[in-house]
């Protein structure tokens, strides 16, 4: 019979040894601090150093780091997996001879040199070639699979090919032909997952390509995708300002936003959305956006009741290539941008830069800078396996307005919606030269995809996104607006930080030629830290008496909110104040009820 009490402690010691034998000790994360124990202690294989009582700060500290180590030795895991994979593959993929070959023309029948050539799989598998100054181009030690062929050329219209069907040790010759630049052909990947032509698609999805973006000289994600069908896009104010993109109606935290197919959202929202990110993202290095209108929720989490955005990537070109440009615009505005390409046959890479500042925006004094960076590199050790990485973060800072609020006027109407006229029934939002915001997202991606045969492949992808969202407010107001302001500014200073890891894997499996069917799962961890001692009102208000609106309940008072007062304000001339407030708003209501 054991005796004593329990104590909490670890699971294993540091000091000591995990032994199988020593399960009847640390199974259930108790052990026993009395006579027993220290029989325990009298053996010295198991070495148990006498636990002491820990504190619950230190016990949750210690369970965080050990499911730390557990997550990185599963990621390590799946790594190591990867690796093996490969080398086994590379004897059974030397066997293989299939080559698929061909020879671009024009209509005139004159060979089209450089153009881009994609191998698309529909399995997910991309290969890449260049035509050379013959207009020829080849694909050898392929897989028995099912193909899609696509040609890019400057000054033509996309070419994809039907379904190619390629059997082992084929050899197999094409003779295509570029269209002058018209209506496009092009496939899509954000509907299923998989690989899919547009006519192939049951939903409605539209695709915004690299040369649309180009050709409207836009600066960030939303206004590329201004003017799309079923698309609704919502900026308040100057470039920087809080901005929503809604799909088919829905919500404005309903719109799922992906790069290369992989979710971005952020952990410090309070709907766990993408809604907080958006203003600041700008495609940069992109081939295309593939914007799906309808449910996807079912592929891309509750987020995407009303769609998707998808990000593609470009596919990184033979040889090396370089691009910069300047631009100037009304409100001050200017952007920078440079973009760099290159790589061979199995290798390729790209990285990105862009900066736009907005120096006086719609009032003067709406200063905006945002910096985005992107980056790509794509291997291909053997035709079946393809090895990417991903990086794309964003820094920017930005001056914020106040809100705008109800007047009066708004109550003395006798409409039940009164018309919003600014400065009779409403104050739009004024300048504040102190608040502002500064957001930094970094997002990291990795994507391992394998096809084991003609039947069969799968991928597995890594990402982490983290988020820094900073909001701050000093103690300067407008001259122009300080009636509004009786008793001064509030000054605030919030942090909010959120990190997510997401581990995605999928197993394609084509049952037959017009057949696919797909498995996939996906592991998700959210962490969100909110500074305590940096989310509070500071300055001259963080002096004063802390009193909450006086002869309210918490649930009509500010949604439970407190509010810091300058020192000179005490709380019994803020309770007069408050019993005003009510006062003038009985008669408002009564007016407007009259």
Not at 161 to 167: M, N
Not at 210 to 218: L, Q, R, S, W, Y
Not at 572 to 578: F, G, K, L, P, S
Request: hydrophobic share 35%; glycine share 10%; with cysteine.
């Amino acid at each position: 019979m054991v005796s004593g009490k329990t104590v909490q402690s670890r699971r294993c010691p540091r000091n000591c040894k995990q032994l199988r034998g020593s399960s009847k000790v640390f199974a259930t994360g108790l052990i026993w601090e009395g006579e027993e124990l220290r029989r325990f202690q009298t053996n010295p294989k198991l070495r148990v150093r006498k636990p002491a009582r820990r504190s619950f700060q230190l016990a949750l500290r210690r369970a965080g780091e050990a499911t730390v180590r557990q997550f990185r030795s599963g990621f390590f895991t799946v790594i190591a997996t990867c690796f093996l994979t490969v080398i086994a593959a590379v004897t059974i993929t030397a066997q293989n001879s299939t080559v698929l070959k061909g020879t671009v023309t024009d209509e005139t029948n004159a060979k089209v040199a450089g153009a881009q050539v994609v191998l698309f799989s529909r399995t997910g598998l991309r290969l890449t070639s260049q035509t050379n100054e013959s207009g020829a181009f080849v694909f050898s030690e392929l897989r028995s699979e099912t193909y899609i062929v696509e040609v890019k050329a400057p000054g033509f219209a996309v070419y994809d090919s039907e379904d190619l069907k390629l059997e082992k040790g084929q050899t197999r010759e094409l003779e295509i032909k570029l269209r002058l630049a018209g209506i496009n052909e092009s496939v899509v990947v954000t509907a299923t997952g998989t690989l899919q032509r547009e006519e192939e698609v049951a939903k409605v999805i539209t695709t915004v390509t690299a040369e649309d973006i180009e050709a409207k000289h836009t600066l960030s994600l939303a206004e590329d995708l201004r003017g799309t069908p079923g698309v609704r896009i919502q900026q308040q104010g100057s470039p920087g300002s809080l901005t929503t993109i809604r799909l088919r109606g829905q919500r404005n935290f309903d719109t799922a936003v992906l790069i290369d197919g992989l979710r971005v959202r952020d952990a410090g929202d309070i709907n766990g959305s993408a809604l907080s990110l958006i203003t600041d993202l700008a495609p940069i290095g992109e081939d295309r956006l593939e914007v799906l209108l309808g449910a996807g929720s079912s592929i891309y989490g509750t987020h995407a009741i009303g769609g998707a955005i998808n990000m593609i990537p470009e596919i990184s070109q033979s040889g090396l290539h370089f691009s910069a440009g300047f631009e100037a615009g009304g409100l001050a505005t200017y952007r920078e941008r440079f973009q760099l390409t290159g790589g061979s046959d199995k290798l390729g890479f790209e990285a990105g830069a862009s900066r736009l500042d907005v120096r006086h925006g719609i009032d003067g004094n709406d200063q905006y800078g945002d910096t985005v960076l992107s980056g790509r590199v794509q291997f291909n050790p053997l035709q079946n396996i393809n090895i990417s990485g991903r990086f794309y973060g964003t820094i920017a800072n930005g001056r914020v307005n106040d809100n705008p609020f109800a007047l009066p006027g708004a109550f003395n109407s006798s409409a039940n919606f009164p018309e919003a006229v600014a400065g009779v029934t409403f104050q739009p939002d004024f300048n504040n030269p102190d608040q502002g915001r500064r957001t930094r997202l970094l997002v990291g991606s990795g994507r391992f995809t394998h096809s084991v045969n003609d039947r069969i492949s799968y991928s597995i992808a890594y990402q982490r996104v983290a988020s820094n969202r900073r909001n701050y407010n000093g103690p300067e107001v407008d001259p122009n607006f300080a009636a509004f302001v009786p008793f001064g500014d509030f000054e605030f200073l919030s942090v909010n930080k959120g990190i997510i890891d997401t581990v995605d894997g999928r197993l394609n499996w084509q049952i037959s030629d017009s057949n696919l069917a797909t498995i996939g799962a996906e592991f998700g961890r959210e962490s969100f830290f909110s500074d305590p001692t940096k989310s509070q009102i500071v300055g001259k208000y963080a002096a004063g008496p802390w009193v909450s609106a006086p002869g309210l309940p918490p649930r009509n008072s500010f949604g439970g909110w407190v509010l810091g007062l300058p020192a000179h304000i005490t709380p019994e001339r803020a309770e007069i104040a408050w019993k005003f407030v009510r006062w003038y708003t009985r008669i408002a209501r009564a007016t407007r009820a009259s």
